[in-house]
DNA sequence: CTGTTAGCGCGTTCAG
DNA sequence: CTGAACGCGCTAACAG
């Protein structure tokens, strides 16, 4: 290991004293000509400390390079400066996004993310609890309303905030911020309907989100009055190829022409492509309703109808109940129902 | 704050004892009849430990709820098990498919990350390093090879491996591992001479890295004989509608019809479907080279031609080497060149 | 404004 | 196989 040029790499890091690591206050109190503590307080409030040892001090610092040792900090503080966060995917620009703005507002608060995938499904979402919660965390950021038992007992037992983020519920944990995903699927099934459009077919990923939205756009354009409702569901995540392949099975399963209902905005993209690709109208033979409303959605021809859900305001909003419960501002609402907007473009 | 049902919230929170949290080794150990330390060994190594001791001490954690402390236990062993990575954007799929294949590696291997965007530019890259050092990772995940003189001074004086990915070079901190940027730019100009392309024009996101691959695209053209290259160079991040925008600007600064070289897949993309709109065959009017090979590269119709680099290998051999030098296993090499290969498509 | 004294919860010796 | 003692680097009272 470079820079690890001790003879006995199984001796203790801390054998390796007075090196550029192993910095301490105490170092750079004693370079400085003041106690450890003085540096401590130079560090957290420097008002409480006089401009000259201050001075003598930042000095010291800067010649030893001396990084606080933030573990240490929190051990004694019980504040470890910590959020962290779980999410499906990091990979999914719907939950990255979410976690960006929700990061640059922690950020700004002096906090720092620890973020961790757990897949869909949440069985290692447990293991993965249990092993941020060994960090001691200030807070915590889920996505998604559903987890195991066990899982909410460890949460509750840490008695911090709890943001479940994307979807909401009566009964969080904590706190919840996000829409109703079902709504949303009965919201265009009524705008499909309205369109006037002979058959309905619905396009979907494999996560539960997606099939709740799916599942409620079915039902929902059935009973008020649609002819039954042609499905491709898939178990893998979302992807343009999914999206053409969810297309041609729709065909294949005698779907001849009408609405698309997909569980994501990609979906729609290449539900789109494909039908271009068979000579198929859009939205003449084949509309599409896709959702997320990304970027690309707006800018792909024809542009895509969508159901827009502000991710980045989720983020925001997550993080700003978030902080107002880590300063003790009491407890705040606990759903907050952010909404969704049907976007109409050109694709139905 | 929820559970925090004290009265007085400005109490210390060590002063909450006996309760849900204020669960150590030391009261698992009480309620199963042994020390502390007994606790500590049947964590860690349940082989330590007699069979029966080691059953009283599993219930005792089963109803106590116990969390370890990762915090003290870090700061007893200087082993943090963190890793911290820093990338440019973690909403851009280059890299949070790169930070996740590293990630779930690691994971692997016990690790965590903590994860932070740096924007791009260096300027608060330093803080941001600073900020991770603190909390004393065993090691660190940068992206690209530029770094500020006193970050680098910082992550020397840490005394951990430290991954430079996504690009090479012969000075790396520590290790590199990512491929040639500007190897690209050429082999995409020969590439498109060969094809006997009438003019170039280049379409760039405002990227350090991404512009050393149009620059190498441009130059390496006119050198090997073409005429001279039409450039729009965008200060903000790669999109569809830059794209779109990016042939628009060509169109106008004169580009009558050849091939456009995009700095990334998306930005390829919006050619293609400004080209469209405005009735351009592709490839006969307008031929498009990408970069990234992003899934939708090959689903898009035309298939988009373009450099393919494996951003998940860059994870995992970055993981590799770093798992390599933390188990002290000697230095290894320390310029890591994965390559990257072209890909022909439709588009050009 | 500054120093002293105690822990924070856990690993790591060293004895039994 | 188990326990006592000590220290990791820092914050939190309490004195001066």
Known sequence: MRAMNDDQAKKPRAARKGQGRGVTMET??????VSQVTVSRALSDPSKVSPATLAKIQEAIAQTGFVPNALAGALASSKSMLISALVPSITNIVYSSMVKAFSEEMRGAGYQILLSETGFGPEDEEKLIAAHLSRRPDAMFLTGIHHS?????MLLGAEIPVAEVWDITDSPIDFCVGFNHAETGRAAAEYARRKGYPQAGVVSAGDER???RSEAFAREWERIGGAPVAKMLFDAQASLANGRAGLRGLLAQGFTGGVVHCSSDLLAHGVLIEARAQGLDVPGQIAVIGFGDQDFAATVEPGITTVRVDMAAFGRAAAQAMLARLQ???DGPSVIDLGFEIVERQSA
Chains 1, 2 share one sequence.
């Open 28 to 33: 750079v109190g004693r370079l400085a000509g």
């Open 328 to 330: 003790g501002a009491g």
């Open 210 to 212: 997606a099939r709740r």
């Open 149 to 153: 038992a066990q899982a909410r007992r």
